[in-house]
């Protein structure tokens, strides 16, 4: 099965700094997904990485996805208070209807 | 315009007894899923289904047995439940290649 590995566990910044989140498979990625979680609410979806060396940005997130398809990054830029929460990664294991997930990045960002 | 509903949000309840939890999506998606995350925050995937057959069964008790009357809803039904079993479970839809829409959790606490 495929597991994937996300560093750091958690994440203390002040805001206005950079940030970088990686995830890591043990298999080929054949498409790999960021989400965030806030504390005690849902997983809202940020970004889908299918082909190797794909980058995508949304407003101060960048997520690339690297040329062998087994690492993934995320990156904040400029942190602020509203990207404090839990990122998770999560790739299709293979059986193409469900996400094996990673442990998560705990985010907080201070003033 | 909730895309991925459950019910209940919170559910606290005691040892041995059999409680459900709903979730309806109007989204049109033929997957649905569920999961579970820990304490820990480890999202884990539990059961998926596919047009209302069962695809995915991870490795789970028996007690849970999840029902799909229609594509539209994926329940859990929860026997005899155990302190182990308290966690947050999440419902999500999607189709093949996409990303995951979750709903907003239902926080089950087992005394």
């Known amino acids: 099965s495929q597991e994937l590995e996300q560093s750091p566990q958690s994440l203390i910044v002040q805001e206005g700094k950079n940030l970088t989140i990686n995830c890591t498979s043990s298999?080929?990625?054949?498409?790999l997904y960021w989400y965030k979680q806030k504390y005690g609410e849902g997983l809202i979806f940020l970004m889908m990485?299918?082909?190797?060396?794909e980058e995508k940005s949304h407003e101060k997130i960048t997520a690339k996805l690297d040329e062998k398809k087994q690492q993934s990054s995320l990156h904040i830029t400029a942190s602020q208070p509203s990207h404090a929460g839990i990122y998770l990664c999560?790739?299709?294991?293979?059986?193409?209807?469900?996400?094996?997930f990673g442990k998560g990045t705990s985010l907080l960002v201070t003033p | 315009d909730t895309a991925v509903s459950q019910t209940p949000k919170y559910l606290v309840t005691q040892m041995g007894n059999d409680k459900s939890i709903k979730c309806e999506q109007n989204?049109?998606?033929?997957?649905m899923y569920w999961y579970k995350q820990d304490s820990k925050k480890f999202l884990k995937i539990m059961f998926s289904?596919?047009?209302?057959?069962?695809?995915i069964n991870e490795t789970v008790p028996n007690r849970f047995s999840p029902k799909s009357p229609d594509k539209a809803h994926l329940n859990l039904h929860i026997n005899s439940l155990e302190l182990g079993d308290s966690a947050v479970y999440f419902c999500?839809?999607?189709?093949?290649?996409?990303?995951?829409?979750f709903g907003n959790g239902t926080r089950l606490t087992v005394t």
């Open positions: 999500a839809s999607s189709q093949p290649n996409s990303p995951l829409h």
């Open positions: 298999k080929t990625l054949y498409g």
């Open positions: 990485l299918q082909k190797g060396g």
């Open positions: 999560g790739a299709d294991g293979g059986s193409g209807y469900a996400l094996n």
């Open positions: 989204l049109g998606h033929d997957t």
């Open positions: 289904y596919n047009n209302k057959e069962l695809i």
